[in-house]
Structures are given as structure tokens and as C-alpha cells.
């Protein structure tokens, strides 16, 4: 069955520098690979997806990379604040149609000033 | 903005009751998701609806129901609380088809409801 493992240890990281999240999948091989933040308490919102036909994708200072032979997709958030400090979710679209997802089960990632 | 309302953020019940969440969209959105979310395991899918009263069961539908009779709303129901299903709940909807370039993978998700069973 498909399945999606992203680091269950927090990352915890200096505000200024780069964040990096892994989201690394089986069994599987998706049209679409998304990530989503959520904050405590609340409901994750969309960032980004990236199609598997695209290596890389950016927004402002996100940047994600998708690599299909690898089966791994790369999060990075650049000149990362305090306020950057979420649990980030990595989505993929599954089969069966409907345009379910399947979603990892995050990372938490704490930037310290 | 898309907007996805859930009807409690907190909720109590007594194990054996039957368990009413609401979920309300105002996008028009053709597919309506449920999930639950506990620690270390993410999102997991219960029931999804890709239309009014079309349902169908997602990866965990043991001890649940959903209920679709308007376009905008989807009902999750626990037929007889238990203990383990105390979770955060989490409603979402998408777009179907890709009209306007829009991303129908993306799902919009509701503040979630925190269901504790005794």
C-alpha cells in the first residue's frame, strides 16, 4: 500500500538559516506531491504542489523539490523567522480517483531567534 | 476566500452516545472529506462525498457514518462513541477539474473539532 514518512523529530533550526523537510514515499508513484502548514490547533493550509514532470517549485521563500527516481521530495524555507514554526505536511494524490490525498504525518520545525 | 466551517471546536460525549459533527463549505465544492488526526499517525480518511448523497468510505469507516444532503454540508456521525475515537476531527473540500487553472488536489480544511469520548 502506498505509504509516506516524513521525520518525526522536531527540527529545530536558528532564524536566518535554511530549513530542510523530507518527505519520502513507497510503493507509489503520484501525478501531484503537495505540502501544507499547520499550526497548532488548526486545520493545515495548501503552500505548494509540484507535479512530477516539475524538479523544483518555488513561492517567495519555500522552495520544493521533487525527485521521482528517488521517490523524495525536498521542503526548504530560506532566511527561515520564528513565525515559519508550524507542522508541515507532505500530501501525494492516491488512487481511486476524487482527488483524495494521502498525507504524511508532518514535521514539526521550530526556528529560534 | 474559501471558507470550510466546523460546528464545535471542543467537544465532550459520554461513551455510547451518538455523535453529530457538521461541516459547511461556501466554495461550491463538489468533494467534502473527513479525517481524523492523532499524534504520530497524521490525517487519516474516513468517508469522502463527491456529490450530494454520494459517499464513499475512506480508510477508517469502522463506527461511522456521513451524511451529504445539500452540496455545501457533510455530517460525520459515530453511530455509538468510544473511547478511541477521541481525535482532532478535520473536515476538508476541493474543486473538481482543472477550469480556471485552479489546483483541484488542493482541499481546504476546517479549524477542526477536538472530540474527547469518556
Known amino acids: 500500500s502506498q505509504k509516506i514518512e516524513q521525520n518525526s523529530e522536531a527540527l529545530n533550526i536558528q532564524e536566518g538559516k535554511t530549513a530542510t523537510l523530507t518527505c519520502n514515499y513507497t510503493?507509489?508513484?503520484?501525478?501531484?506531491l503537495q505540502w501544507y502548514r499547520q499550526d497548532p490547533g488548526r486545520g493545515p493550509v495548501f503552500l505548494l504542489l509540484?507535479?512530477?514532470?516539475?524538479k523544483e517549485k518555488r513561492k517567495e521563500r519555500l522552495k520544493v523539490t521533487f525527485d521521482t527516481t528517488l521517490k523524495q521530495s525536498l521542503f526548504h524555507i530560506t532566511a527561515s523567522q520564528p513565525a515559519d514554526s508550524a507542522t508541515y505536511l507532505c500530501?501525494?494524490?492516491?488512487?481511486?480517483?476524487?482527488?483524495?490525498?494521502?498525507f504524511g504525518a508532518g514535521t514539526r520545525l521550530a526556528v529560534h531567534p | 476566500d474559501v471558507k470550510v466551517t466546523q460546528s464545535s471546536r471542543y467537544l465532550v460525549k459520554r461513551t455510547g452516545e451518538k455523535v453529530f459533527l457538521e461541516c459547511v463549505q461556501d466554495?461550491?465544492?463538489?468533494?467534502m472529506f473527513w479525517y481524523r488526526q492523532d499524534p504520530g499517525l497524521g490525517l487519516r480518511l474516513i468517508y469522502f462525498?463527491?456529490?450530494?448523497?454520494?459517499?464513499e468510505k475512506g480508510d477508517i469507516p469502522e463506527g461511522y457514518s456521513v451524511s451529504r444532503e445539500k452540496k455545501e454540508r457533510f455530517s460525520l456521525i459515530l453511530e455509538s462513541a468510544s473511547t478511541n475515537q477521541t481525535s482532532m476531527y478535520l473536515c476538508?473540500?476541493?474543486?473538481?477539474?482543472?477550469?480556471?487553472?485552479?489546483?483541484?488536489?488542493?482541499?481546504?480544511f476546517g479549524p477542526g473539532t477536538r472530540l474527547t469520548v469518556t
Open positions: 476538508a473540500s476541493s474543486f473538481v477539474g482543472l477550469a480556471g487553472g485552479r489546483n483541484p488536489y488542493e482541499q481546504y
Open positions: 510503493n507509489y508513484s503520484p501525478a501531484y
Open positions: 509540484i507535479r512530477e514532470n516539475e
Open positions: 500530501a501525494l494524490d492516491r488512487t481511486g480517483g476524487y482527488n483524495k490525498l494521502i
Open positions: 466554495m461550491d465544492h463538489e468533494n
Open positions: 462525498s463527491y456529490d450530494v448523497k454520494m459517499k
